[in-house]
């Protein structure tokens, strides 16, 4: 036990020391290292240096493409790796500051198992759970438990901080291409070159749509094409109309006649199906004797500006099994289908047009059928390259899309470089050797397809003669295409519509790719590549920040404090040793070999820290109330 003049001089020394601190300002980070809180303070320093490293490594890369390093790095990898550090060394200084609470918490009388709850609290994460719940009037303690719980969240939150998005770059501009033509000439009615090839592909291959026929031109597979009010341009091109004329077919026209069942139907231009079953119930012969299912036939109209199909069909077809008997009232309730069906020229007006993944996607805005009116408006057409008068189908617009923006079409009384086409307005009503002449435009102001009878001509050699009789129940035998066609029986006018139309689509990505030349007419657009960049989400690191700040408050408050307790003993077990029980205790509780009992004498034993004579010790609360009472 200390006397009387030792603890008196030892006052009046600690007195003069507070009175000189008292003095005197000092920075908190001089503060902590003077106290020995040196490493906490580098801990710190670290901490914010991890947190900065990730603030410019996200700012660095914030909306740009994902960065070209070695496979096994990623900017998540790194971003991993700040994280920890992080975290290791925000964790540090709160374990610290936590041991340094738990001398503090024995200033007064306390229980013995708060010793080890709080050195528990100080090791991690579970400790500080049931530190929570065991010691919530412990404040300093609990919110340094806290700070170690959330630190916790920060690996699900700077994971949330990159998300990926897909972004278009631009390539170059005027560099994607989709063909169209205003001028087209075709004199070929052979069945060899281009069109003979797309007629072809058009009835036994028929594109869904004309954009899957044609062929672009799109640097890096993503293009995309300027529109004025969602129009981007303009081609000549073949359009299609269908109408079911099922009731212009005349009712079927059956007998018997002896042992065979016939029949027909035709229509008002000619074109007929007809058909006889042999009755077989009472022979060994089976199948038809003559049978036309369906029968196709074309023709160009009066104006030679489209060509008109008719097809005539029964569907579904007879056979034995549902001819009628002989004496039983003639057939009507089987399903005559007719439709007719015309292509003619057209000018089509497109959409914002795009090229995603190599493929074009092509939205019809308007078609604008434009019949010949022979004998048409002369049109002649200057240049460098040519010298050529146009007679038939010609048509001068008033405007055009240019670039993907409207113009409109002028016209010049004199040619220039730029209006070479000579329009003349409709014949003179008195003399038609001398049409008005409207005036010189440019050519993208002048439509023209020369030869359209040679093109439609080729379809209707084609389609004669009529086709020979698809499938029927019994044999299947015809053209190919009309067996597609006819779709064993269950044809309708919409599939008609259809295969129709994919004829026209082969038909019209041909015209758009070999027009008029010397000069090749392309709309025009801008290529671009499809690119993952990097968007941060900065508001995931509100947490890490709003921890990191309130740690440096929390570990400045347990500094200042251990600096007027003067002992900065924190988490250190040495303590436990040098300043453990007094003799007198460690032999009455020295006997103790088990946890369990040993914290049930804890549970119930009240102890302080306190200045006991030879130093500080960890007293029974009744000897240090029996000391001050010596004193």
């Not at 009507?332 to 493929?359: M, N, P």
């Not at 307005?425 to 440019?442: C, F, I, M, Q, W």
């Amino acid at each position: 036990m200390a006397l009387p003049d030792q603890r008196e001089a030892k006052r009046v020394l600690l007195s003069q020391a507070r009175k000189v601190r008292k003095g005197k300002w000092k920075t908190w980070p001089t503060t902590l290292c003077n106290q020995h809180w040196t490493l906490e303070v580098l801990s710190l320093i670290i901490a914010g240096m991890a947190l900065a490293a990730i603030f410019i490594t996200l700012t660095m890369r914030q909306n740009l493409p994902i960065p070209r390093w070695p496979s096994l790095i990623s900017i998540n990898a790194l971003v991993s790796v700040f994280t920890l550090i992080f975290k290791a060394t925000l964790l540090f200084p709160v374990a610290e500051c936590i041991g340094q609470v738990k001398w503090h918490w024995f200033e007064k009388p306390r229980h013995l198992k708060d010793l080890e709850r709080l050195d528990a609290a100080s090791r991690g994460p579970w400790g500080s759970v049931l530190l929570l719940f065991t010691m919530p009037t412990c404040y300093l303690a609990t919110t340094g438990a806290l700070i170690t719980l959330t630190t916790l969240a920060i690996d699900p939150f700077t994971q949330q901080v990159i998300t990926y998005i897909e972004c278009s770059r631009l390539i170059s501009q005027g560099t994607a291409r989709i063909p169209r033509a205003n001028r087209y000439t075709e004199t070929n009615q052979n069945l060899d070159g281009a069109t003979p090839n797309a007629l072809y592909r058009g009835f036994y291959d028929p594109p869904e749509t004309e954009a899957a026929q044609v062929t672009t031109q799109c640097p890096g597979g993503n293009c995309t094409f300027p529109a004025d009010d969602g129009d981007a341009y303009q081609s000549l091109s073949i359009c299609k109309s269908c109408t079911d004329i099922t009731k212009s077919a005349s009712p079927i026209i059956s007998n018997w006649r002896l042992d065979t069942f016939s029949w027909s139907s035709s229509l008002p231009s000619g074109l007929s199906i007809s058909g006889s079953i042999q009755d077989t119930s009472s022979s060994n012969d089976t199948g038809p004797l003559t049978n036309s299912d369906m029968n196709v036939t074309g023709w160009l109209d009066d104006t030679a500006s489209s060509l008109v199909v008719q097809t005539l069909m029964l569907n579904p077809p007879f056979d034995t099994e549902s001819m009628p008997l002989p004496g039983s009232p003639d057939l009507t309730d089987h399903h005559l289908l007719a439709v007719e069906c015309t292509w003619h020229s057209c000018i089509k007006t497109y959409g914002s047009s795009q090229i995603i993944d190599f493929r074009l996607e092509e939205n019809i805005i308007s078609e604008v059928r434009v019949p010949a009116s022979p004998p048409g408006p002369i049109v002649e057409v200057i240049g460098s390259h040519f010298s050529s008068y146009y007679t038939g189908w010609n048509f001068c617009a008033n405007q055009t899309l240019r670039h993907g923006t409207w113009v409109d079409c002028t016209y010049t009384v004199a040619p220039s470089d730029t209006n070479v086409v000579l329009c003349y307005d409709t014949l003179h009503p008195n003399d038609h050797k001398y049409p008005a002449v409207r005036g010189y435009t440019s050519l993208d102001c002048f439509w023209t397809w020369q030869g359209f009878a040679s093109v439609f001509g080729a379809i209707e050699t084609f389609l004669l003669p009529s086709a020979i009789p698809p499938p029927t129940v019994y044999d299947n035998y015809g053209a190919s295409w009309a067996i597609n066609l006819y779709a064993n029986g269950t044809a309708n006018s919409t599939s008609v519509s259809t295969f129709i139309g994919g004829i026209a689509n082969s038909l019209a990505a041909n015209l758009r790719e070999n027009g008029d030349q010397p000069t090749p007419q392309y709309a025009q657009g801008d290529a671009y590549t499809t690119e993952t960049r990097i968007r941060v989400q900065w508001r995931w690191l509100l947490l890490p920040c709003a921890l990191y700040l309130f740690t440096i408050i929390y570990s400045i408050l347990i500094a200042r404090r251990a600096r007027h307790w003067q002992r900065t003993w924190k988490s250190s077990s040495l303590a436990l040793l040098f300043h453990g029980f007094d003799s007198g205790t460690r032999e009455a509780y020295g006997a103790l070999t088990k946890a369990s009992a040993m914290d049930d004498i804890a549970e119930q034993m009240h102890v302080q820290l306190a200045d006991w004579k030879a130093g500080w010790r960890f007293v029974p609360v009744k000897e240090v109330v029996r000391t001050n009472d010596e004193e």
